[in-house]
């Protein structure tokens, strides 16, 4: 039996990738029965009718799953924050960055409107892009006006499944239509009322970039941290995770434990304090959350 990819869902069809065809498929019944959702992203065995339809017989083990925006398989987030309009946000980067982190997927952060920033602006933005590089992550600084940066993206692209993902107005489209021109997405100015964005992506699909495939998502419409537990909420933050080891007492969570190497970083300076701060934020809202029966 033939074995695809599924990258685009609508209307209750699955349009499968297979070599370079798109075969238009629909679930079998079993799935509806087993309660098995196929998603964007995940490995299918199908049984073509023709040349461009055909019934989904399978759905291969996922490496990871996302509930919103619905897509599996993921093996790379580019999370993109703009510097201005809307401004850059270190908490809402944070929450992005814990989500990800969670679910083992490989995150970039993607800083757009470079071109539109001042140098008191710029000076901030480059201050909080090298506390993240300093942290372990890749940060690239992009202008989709000037398309300057954009070429350091393509690299990470190759023979993987990526996600834009950030709140809306970021320019997410607009990255996309330097990275596809072809694609000439529609992109809406930024709701000055709102100070974001107005929503234009409707579904979520995969799309080539070189010999990737790319989604331009809805963007995560719940940073909730619902399946995350507090014990699990170090290893989000790979700087206090690093740190965590020069902890005394296993099962630190770095508030008011005596000889806790986190706080003893935060103090020196080598963990900038907001980050700390939105641990401890984080923290709190996981151990407040209402247990689930």
Do not use: W
Not at 4 to 14: D, E, N, T
Not at 219 to 228: A, C, K, Q
Not at 239 to 264: D, T, W, Y
Request: aromatic share 8%.
């Amino acid at each position: 039996m033939p074995e695809g990819k599924i990258v685009k869902a609508l209307s209750g069809f699955y349009y499968v990738l297979y070599n370079d065809d798109l075969i238009q498929c629909r679930g079998r019944g079993v799935f509806r029965k087993n309660k098995i959702t196929p998603l964007v992203g995940d490995e299918v065995v199908f049984q073509a009718e023709n040349d461009q339809e055909g019934y989904i017989l399978e759905v291969k083990e996922r490496k990871n799953e996302l509930v919103r925006p619905p897509i599996a398989n993921v093996d790379l987030a580019i999370l993109v924050f703009s510097a201005v309009e809307p401004e850059f946000s270190t908490v809402l980067l944070d929450r992005f960055l814990v989500l990800v982190e969670f679910n083992q997927i490989e995150p970039i952060i993607c800083i757009t409107k470079m071109d539109l920033t001042n140098d008191e602006e710029q000076q901030k933005i480059s201050e909080y892009a090298a506390h993240y590089q300093a942290a372990g992550y890749e940060v690239i600084m992009t202008s989709s006006e000037t398309e300057t940066g954009i070429e350091l993206l393509h690299p990470h692209l190759e023979d993987k499944i990526s996600v834009f993902a950030g709140q809306s107005g970021v320019g997410k489209s607009s990255l996309l239509n330097v990275l596809r021109p072809d694609l000439e997405l529609k992109t809406n100015d930024i709701s000055t009322h709102l100070g974001r964005g107005k929503h234009t992506t409707r579904h979520v699909e995969l799309i080539k970039v070189g010999n990737g495939l790319l989604a331009d998502t809805p963007g995560f419409s719940s940073l909730d941290f619902t399946d995350i537990e507090a014990e699990e909420l170090t290893s989000c933050f790979p700087e206090i995770l690093r740190a965590s080891e020069n902890c005394k007492f296993r099962g630190c969570f770095h508030l008011s434990e005596p000889k806790c190497g986190v706080k003893q970083a935060v103090e020196s300076g080598e963990i900038p304090t907001y980050r700390y701060d939105h641990y401890v934020d984080f923290l709190q809202e996981i151990k407040d959350r209402k247990p689930r029966y």
